[in-house]
Structures are given as structure tokens and as C-alpha cells.
């Protein structure tokens, strides 16, 4: 058999299998027709291939990203008012997917599909060719080696959770010489998809190091190996995947070229054993844990004094892990994510891209978040659904929360508005003079998060004193609120999780924009996979960790599954849920969702979740409630009754739980098959 041994046999076969000529631009180095040996025993053209195909899991390819490249970072819990042209609506969850699959929403990008199997086809090269150089030591060869490995078992895992099961191409490649009805290959199932990432996710992490230094910080280590894998074999367990009742019509469609199901139609409760064994595995490592900010008996405007939870007897006294007497949970929370930890110095990042990545990075999306007076677009916002996801400060729930869907308690939303002399006696910290108390006594993510009317935005790099601490209303006629133009929140709910007290757009100058890093894979979500998986279960369960050096006994248990739960809820200063929520796995079941969607917003989690859990068809088609943005700041009573938003629209079909393969790619692989409910080329 004829394998690809140059470097122009190896972008011809690519061009035939993966994508147009147009898009083949490799790096400078391999433009010419130099032998692998070569490139291979030249240590800056090795180093210089490798950072090429890492290249292929940025921007369109990024976990976390503005809407050019991540628009389902924009789930039911954000939303984006501008860019009406190319998404239509504005909303990701009614968003034309084919205009996005296919590329053509971002000044002509290559597509994901393409860009994955191109990041494939250059790691499996390297892979094959690296143990040849005589060049590099035996120590960095291997550690080179586990990288590509990484690189290309994660190109599967966002091909996997995106487009549903791919074709697995041969890691040895393929003979040229074949025509071209024989090199085309069918989707493997689900199943075999994330069991050879496991697979591969497993031999990588044997070889990569624990950590890496702050100049390496975007490359894998041995936690972001087995995390990426214990999140494959979470959704592999979850009811989309396994065995769901809610989407089976849709799964006897997903089927292969020989009409073989490519989801399981069967459910096996072992894939949750096997999904909780993986996120032991990260846990048991020792490397990670939960950022935490010191308590602070004093602060700054811009780093205020500690606001304190309320008293709880189980926590208020004790330190962290056991309690919150000593970390400040506002800022532990906001400082994950606003640019002021560095990804080296923290110890809940397991897998980043680095910092502001591409034309579309983090950056980018605070500048659609920022108000007008900072020169922000004043587009990205908040769903009334996500704010009201938020605990009050003592762990309950806000009042009023799902009354406009029909449901709650039955109780009504406070009324009532904060005054001066509350901001003087400091009643309702951190709360300004003039802003409801709907949004009063509520727990610090929430403040961290959110951009609620009246919010004080920091703006401390504005270059006029007179713009910084600002308070923001989002009233009509305001500067912020309801305007003839697209710089307007459609709900009247902004996002303040990534924003940097320093940042501002002043000038259009991202500059102003404190660099924040990308939040792939953090160790908060590793935990809550964790007890999610060991709720699922019934029955008990031997799964050898990752490296086969120990058994473990995986099965329901609630001290287990406190050990997922409890640090997270305790970090963010509220209370771990009551014990007659952990007896009941349906109970436990519907607060870990709602964990996860509080804990994870905005880090493109909630739109994978709500497909995984057959949710989608629920939670997508409600109606998008937000605040009455049409009432001017004499009507404030009228703004803060929730209506629903007439400028957003929420729909969902069931051929929404995988993206649409592009035409051009049907037409290159005959034996391809197209998801349900999405054209073919027949």
C-alpha cells in the first residue's frame, strides 16, 4: 500500500477528502515539496507543523468565542441583537444553520467540519513521521507526539458534539492509489466515536506533563487529556445518546449508509459508570481545584470589601473547602473570568487556547457587552430565564421565578426600589440607589454576572474621569435602553461575566479590553459531570482508571456526589443543597441542570446540556421573557413586570440536535450521510 509520503501528496489527498483547494493554506514552511524526512529533522519546522495544527481548534473551532465564530455560546440563557443580516433571527436557538454550517457568516471562513478533519490529517502526519527524527530528545519526541495525539482526538470531540457521529479516518492513512469510491468512508456510530477518543484522550495523557509554564499554557496537559475524555463519555452516557426516549423518532432517522442507527436506541446505565470513572480520574490526579479569592476586611471601589453570605451555621465559620469564612465568593467567581488571574496561576483552568483568540475572541464579545458610554455595543445580553436561575443569598429562590411560564411557587416579585438611605446604611450591598430589589440580596454569581438595570459599570480605563463608575439604567430613552438603532439590550438585561473593572471599547479600541483567557475545560464542570453521573446510577459498578493502575467502585452515593457539588456551591457563598434533595435522584437531577447552567453561562455549555438531556425541545421553544423595555425611568414599575420579548423569537425542531454536514462534503464521500431534516444533494 501506497501511504502519503510527501507533503503535496499529503494537501492532494486532504483536497480530495476534506475540503476545497481555497482553504489548504498550510504554513510557509511546507509550501514547498520537501520530504517528510526532512521536515521531520529540522527542529524549527517541527515545532513550526505542530503549532499549525493546533491552529485548526481555534476561532471557529474555539470552546469559548464572540458570536462571529460561537454563536451557541448563546444559548436560552444569552442572547445578541446585532448582526441581523447573518443571523436571522437574532437568538442562536432559531439561528439559519445552514448558513452557518456552511461558513458563509463570517467573511468567508472555512467551515468547522473542514477545518477539524484538516487538524485531523495534519496531527495523524506528524504522529506517524516524529519518531523518525533524530533531532529532539526521546523525552520532548513523546511529549510532541502526545500532543498531536491530543489535537487529534479533540478535532474528533468537536466534530462529535456538533455534528454527532464522523467517519474515523485510518491513523495510518489511506492509499492514494485507490479510486475514489473506495476512499470513501462511512459515519461511525456514537459509540465507537468516543471510545476511540477515550482511546486516544487515554494514550496522550501517558505522555503529557501535569503542567505546563505560562509561555505553553494553550497546550495540553495530562488533566485537559482525561477531562476532554470524561466529557466525551458524559454526553455518551447522556439520553441523546443513549438509549432517550424524547428524541427516538429522530434517532431511527441518524442512521449510516447500510440504514445501521448511529445513536444507541438502547439504554445501558454502565455509561454513566464509565462517564463518573472519567471525572474521577481528573479528580484524583491532585492538580486541580477551585479558585478561590482571599476574604478582604477592606477594599476598593473597584475590589470592594467582602460582602459576607448570611449566616449558615454549617459554613459561615469554617475555612475553605469546608466553608466560606475566609474567601471572598464575588470576586473568586469574577476573577475566573475577567483577566485577572493568569491561566498559569490558575488552578481550576485544565484546558485553555490562550488568551483573546482570533478576529472573534473574549475580548470581542465584552465589547458587545460593555454599555454605550464606554463606546460598547450594548447588544449582548441576558434571558429573564438565566437572571431568575440565580439563588437568593440564603440559597432559595427568587421571588416570582416561573410565574410568566406558569409555574413558581405562586409568590409575586418584590417591589420596591433601593434609596439613598439604604446605599448609606449599606442594606443592600452592593446595590446603587434606584435599582429594584428584585435584584436585592441575590447570590454573588449573580453580581458577577449579570448586568441589571442600575448596574455601576467600573470603566476605570476611560481617559474622562467623568465616564468611569458609571450606573447604567437600561430604561427607554436612557442612552442605553430601547432606541431606534441595534444598540439596545432586548430584554433589558445585560452581561457583565467576563468584564474587567478596567475594561472599556472607548474609541473602538480593543486595546482598552483587559486580555482574558478562554475557559475550555474548567474544573468546576469536571466535578459537576461527576455527581451528575453517579446520580444516574443504580446499581454498583468495578471501572479501572484511566492508566488501569486501580479499580474503582462506582455507584450512587452521597457523599460521592457532595464532593462534585458542595466546593462549587460553597465557593460561589451558598449553601449545599438539603439532604431530601440528594435521596431523590429526579430532585438531584433537576439541581445539578440548573448548577450547570448557573455555574457554566456563557462558556457555550448550556447549548450542548440541553440537547445531551433530550431538554431542547422544552427549554428552546418557551417564549424569551425579559423586562419591559419599552417604559421610560418615570414607568419603572411597569419595566421590572416581565413581558415577553417581542424582538427575540425561540423555536426548536428536532433536526436542531446536530448541526447540518455541508453539501460539498455529501458530494466528495459518497458513503456520508446528511442529519435528519437537512437537505442532501439528491
Known amino acids: 500500500m501506497k501511504k502519503i509520503t510527501t507533503i503535496s501528496i499529503f494537501i492532494a489527498v486532504v483536497t480530495l477528502l476534506i475540503s476545497c483547494k481555497k482553504y489548504l493554506n498550510t504554513d510557509q514552511y511546507f509550501k514547498d515539496r520537501m520530504t517528510l524526512d526532512k521536515s521531520f529533522n529540522n527542529e524549527k519546522y517541527i515545532e513550526e507543523w505542530l503549532a499549525n495544527s493546533f491552529s485548526y481548534i481555534t476561532e471557529i473551532n ?38 452557518f454550517s456552511l461558513g458563509n457568516y463570517h467573511e468567508g471562513d472555512v467551515q468547522s467540519w473542514a477545518k477539524c478533519f484538516q487538524g485531523i490529517r495534519s496531527a495523524s ?24 495525539r491530543f489535537l487529534r482526538a479533540y478535532c474528533y470531540w468537536l466534530l462529535l458534539r456538533k455534528y454527532g457521529p464522523v467517519p474515523i479516518l485510518p491513523d495510518d492513512g489511506v492509499d492514494y492509489t485507490d479510486s475514489y469510491a473506495d476512499l470513501a468512508l462511512p459515519r461511525n456510530s456514537y459509540e465507537q466515536c468516543a471510545e476511540y477518543i477515550g482511546k486516544e484522550m487515554a494514550l496522550a495523557a501517558r505522555d503529557l506533563p501535569q503542567n505546563r509554564g505560562q509561555l505553553a499554557i494553550a497546550r495540553p496537559t495530562k488533566g485537559a487529556a482525561l477531562a476532554t475524555r470524561a466529557k466525551v463519555f458524559l454526553y455518551a452516557a447522556s439520553p441523546l445518546m443513549n438509549g432517550g426516549k424524547l428524541s427516538m423518532d429522530y434517532k431511527t432517522q441518524l442512521v449510516d449508509d447500510k440504514g445501521t442507527p448511529l445513536l444507541s436506541l438502547t439504554y445501558d446505565e454502565q455509561k454513566w459508570a464509565r462517564a463518573a470513572a472519567a471525572a474521577k480520574d481528573v479528580m484524583q490526579l491532585g492538580v486541580y481545584s477551585l479558585f478561590v479569592s482571599p476574604y478582604k476586611s477592606s477594599g476598593t471601589i473597584t475590589h470592594p470589601a467582602t460582602i459576607a453570605p448570611p449566616y449558615n451555621a454549617a459554613y459561615s465559620d469554617k475555612p475553605w473547602p469546608e466553608g466560606w469564612a475566609d474567601i471572598d465568593p464575588f470576586d473568586s467567581y469574577r476573577a475566573l473570568f475577567d483577566g485577572e488571574v493568569p491561566a498559569s496561576s490558575n488552578p481550576e483552568l485544565i484546558f485553555t487556547r490562550g488568551q483573546n483568540q482570533s478576529s472573534e475572541g473574549i475580548n470581542v464579545m465584552v465589547a458587545h457587552q460593555l454599555p454605550r458610554i464606554a463606546s460598547g455595543w450594548n447588544t449582548h445580553g441576558l434571558t429573564l430565564k438565566q437572571c431568575d436561575a440565580y439563588y ?45 430589589l428584585q435584584f436585592a440580596n441575590r447570590e454573588p454569581r449573580f453580581y458577577a454576572s449579570v448586568a441589571y438595570n442600575g448596574s455601576v459599570w467600573h470603566l476605570t480605563n476611560e481617559s474622562q474621569v467623568n465616564n468611569r463608575e458609571k450606573q447604567v439604567f437600561y430604561y427607554r430613552g436612557s442612552g442605553n435602553g430601547y432606541t431606534n438603532t441595534m444598540f439596545w439590550l432586548r430584554t433589558g438585561i445585560g452581561v457583565m461575566k467576563y468584564v474587567n473593572p478596567q475594561d472599556t471599547y472607548e474609541n473602538g479600541n480593543l486595546s482598552k479590553v483587559v486580555p482574558k483567557y478562554e475557559p475550555a475545560i474548567r474544573y468546576a464542570d469536571i466535578l459537576l459531570a461527576y455527581a451528575e453521573s453517579l446520580n444516574e446510577l443504580n446499581g454498583s459498578y468495578s471501572i479501572p482508571s484511566w492508566d488501569s493502575s486501580a479499580v474503582y467502585t462506582i455507584a450512587r452515593d452521597v457523599d460521592e456526589m457532595r464532593k462534585g457539588i458542595r466546593p462549587v456551591r460553597i465557593r460561589a457563598g451558598v449553601p449545599d443543597y438539603a439532604g431530601t434533595i440528594y435521596t431523590s435522584s429526579a430532585q438531584l437531577r433537576t439541581a445539578i441542570k440548573r448548577e450547570r447552567q448557573i455555574e457554566l453561562m456563557g462558556e457555550q455549555q448550556r447549548y ?75
Open 62 to 99: 474555539a470552546d469559548v468565542a464572540s458570536k462571529g465564530y460561537e454563536p451557541f455560546n448563546f444559548g436560552d440563557d444569552m442572547y445578541y441583537g446585532d448582526r441581523d443580516g447573518a443571523y436571522d433571527p437574532q437568538n442562536a436557538n432559531s439561528l439559519n444553520y445552514n448558513k
Open 125 to 148: 502526519i506528524f504522529i506517524q513521521n516524529i519518531d523518525q527524527s533524530t533531532v529532539i530528545d526521546a523525552v520532548k519526541k513523546a511529549d510532541y507526539k502526545a500532543q498531536a
Open 392 to 436: 437568593m443569598s440564603d440559597g432559595a429562590d427568587v421571588p416570582g421565578k416561573g410565574m410568566e411560564y406558569g409555574g413558581g411557587d405562586g409568590s409575586q416579585r418584590v417591589g420596591g426600589f433601593v434609596t439613598d438611605q439604604d446605599v448609606t446604611s449599606g442594606k443592600y450591598k452592593p446595590l446603587a440607589s434606584g435599582v429594584s
Open 608 to 682: 450542548y446540556d440541553l440537547r445531551r438531556w433530550e431538554d431542547a425541545a422544552t427549554e428552546l421553544t418557551l417564549p424569551i421573557y425579559g423586562y419591559n423595555t419599552l417604559m421610560t425611568a418615570t414607568q419603572r414599575d411597569l419595566f421590572h413586570q416581565p413581558v415577553a420579548a417581542f424582538a427575540l423569537q425561540s423555536t426548536f425542531a428536532s433536526k436542531m440536535y446536530f448541526w447540518p454536514i455541508a453539501i460539498d462534503e455529501l458530494r466528495r464521500d459518497a458513503r456520508l450521510t446528511q442529519n435528519p431534516g437537512w437537505q442532501t444533494y439528491k
